[in-house]
């Protein structure tokens, strides 16, 4: 999960300096994606560089992914947005959802794991 962390991360920074720079954008809101990637960065990278953190980078990570996806989605309902604005929030939404979909599924199948081992 630290890779998919680090590669989310990674996805998001580049969204939000790519949507930044194509929207000629000066406010620091279409830079969101990238702070949230950042954060999903240092998680993954955290996680790799501490093992024994890892389980607890995790959750902090789903729940940030979580965090994401409801935030962008209520911008979308409760502004309207339109344009580069929506894009990005559709995307972060795709990109933080997947993250949020592959942690449930492997903390699920964590649990089944120790449960067989039982």
Known sequence: M???AS???GLLIALGVIVTILSDSGS???MIPAFIGVLFLLLGILARVKP???HHLMHAMAVLALLAVLGSFGSIVGRGSTGWALFSQL???VIAGLLLQQSIKAFKDRSKRIAEES
């Open 2 to 4: 630290a890779d998919k």
């Open 7 to 9: 590669l989310s991360g």
């Open 28 to 30: 620091v809101t279409s």
């Open 52 to 54: 024994n953190l890892t």
């Open 91 to 93: 995307v972060t939404i």
